[in-house]
Each structure stands twice: as C-alpha cells, then as structure tokens.
C-alpha cells in the first residue's frame, strides 16, 4: 500500500521560501503511469493544485503560481518536493502531497498524505 | 481554467435516507475517448480527501456500493442511497481532464 508523508517547516517568514518534502513508502517514484503532485487548501481557495512531476522530468504547474513554484523528484531517496518563493500570508493553508494516476489522461489523485500545516508570519 | 459549481454547499441529511450532490462544469468534460473526467473526494474531518469516483461513474477499490455517480459532459452528480453517520464530512469534485486541475468548492453533509 503507498504511503506518502510531507515534511517540512510550519511556520515561513514573508518574502521567504517555502520547501517541503513527501516521502513515498510502499511503492516507487518511478512508475510510468503517476505524476506526483502537490495540492493546497486554505479556507479562503478551497483545494488548489499547485503541479505535479513525472518521474521522466516532465512537469506541470498551476499558472496562478508558476513563477514562484519548482517541483522536483529524487528517485535515489523515493521523494519529491515542493519550493514556492516570495511567500505571502495568502499562501498560508495546509499543503498535500498526492499520487495523481494517469491512464491515458491524467485522472485521480490517490493517495493523498495526511497534510502539513504551513503558516506564513513574521 | 474550468470552473467547478456544486450544489448545494451544505446537505443536512437523517441517517438512511438518500443524498444528491451536484457538480457542474464550466466546459465539458466528456473526452474524445468516451469517458468523462470527473472525480468525487471525501474529506472527513480532520483528514485528507479520499477517492470516491473516478471517471465519472467507477468506484474506488473499497468504497462502498451505496455511493454512486453519474452524468456527461458539463452536468455531474454523486448519490448515496442511505447515509451512514460515517459519510459525514465535504464532498469536492475535480476535473483531470486540463490544467490547471481543478476542484469545486465542496459540500458539507452533515447528520439531523
């Protein structure tokens, strides 16, 4: 069964960056038919997807934050990670990292981890 | 992007009766392949969404089968056939189908 798990610091300073990590268990990085992704939510957006990365390279970002946001993966260590720049209080929320299944399409994020609460204050 | 409407944003419901929520789409999300690119989530309190439906009309390995899904194109809708106290919690949809992915703004299914 994969498991994924975020990791990283709760609390960012404005004008900082904000770096996570999702460690996968139980299943590798790098099968052919997932993207891994990162998705927000925050009471004011609801559930944001903020991009994913395949395991060829490939990647894909959410316009609304693709100049502030790098996703890359690490196969030797079975993780992928999240760096969004220039942070701003309205980027506090809870963050999730997620497997997105693709068959002949992108399709369904599952599994999701359990989230990581990121506050953006000084 | 696609703009994802549900309905109704809260769902009071008493045990053993049916629920219906509704998910509209700004575009269609019916493919050339014949399949429609829509996915339900459960987030239950305190927890991450879970995978309820996937392409529309196709459950999730494990989810029960008083859980349902339906439509085409633009108009989408998830059915249970009698609530359970443990189906409490939001309910969002999402399109797959282009980026950026994106979800409705959820609907909250509480007990009587």
């Known amino acids: 069964q994969v498991q994924l798990q975020e990791s990283g610091p709760g609390l960012v300073k404005p004008s900082e960056t904000l770096s996570l990590t999702c460690t996968v268990s139980?299943?590798?990085?790098?099968?052919?038919?997932?993207?891994w992704s990162w998705i927000r939510q925050s009471p004011e957006k609801g559930l944001e997807w903020i991009g994913y990365?395949?395991?060829?390279?490939?990647?894909n970002y959410n316009p609304s934050l693709k100049s502030r946001v790098t996703i890359s993966l690490d196969t030797s260590k079975n993780q992928f990670s999240l760096k969004l720049s220039s942070v701003t209080a309205a980027d506090t929320g809870f963050y999730y990292c997620?497997?997105?299944?693709?068959?002949?399409?992108?399709?369904?994020?599952?599994?999701w981890g359990q989230g990581t609460l990121v506050t953006v204050s000084s | 992007d696609i703009v994802m409407t549900q309905s109704p944003l809260s769902l009071p419901v008493t045990p053993g009766e049916p629920a219906s929520i509704s998910c509209r789409s700004s575009?269609?999300?019916?493919?050339?392949?014949?399949?429609?690119?829509v996915v339900w989530y459960l987030q239950k309190p305190g927890q991450s969404p879970q995978l309820l439906i996937y392409?529309?009309?196709n459950r999730a390995s494990g989810v029960p089968d008083r859980f349902s899904g339906s439509g085409s194109g633009t108009d989408f809708t998830l059915k249970i056939s009698r609530v359970e106290a443990e189906d409490v919690g939001v309910y969002y949809c999402?399109?797959?189908?282009?980026?950026?992915?994106?979800f409705g703004q959820g609907t909250r299914l509480e007990i009587k």
């Open positions: 997620a497997r997105l299944v693709s068959t002949i399409l992108p399709n369904w994020f599952d599994p």
């Open positions: 139980g299943g590798s990085v790098s099968g052919a038919f997932f993207f």
């Open positions: 990365i395949h395991y060829n390279g490939s990647n």
């Open positions: 575009q269609s999300l019916l493919h050339r392949n014949g399949h429609n690119y």
């Open positions: 392409l529309a009309t």
């Open positions: 999402m399109q797959p189908l282009q980026t950026p992915l994106t």
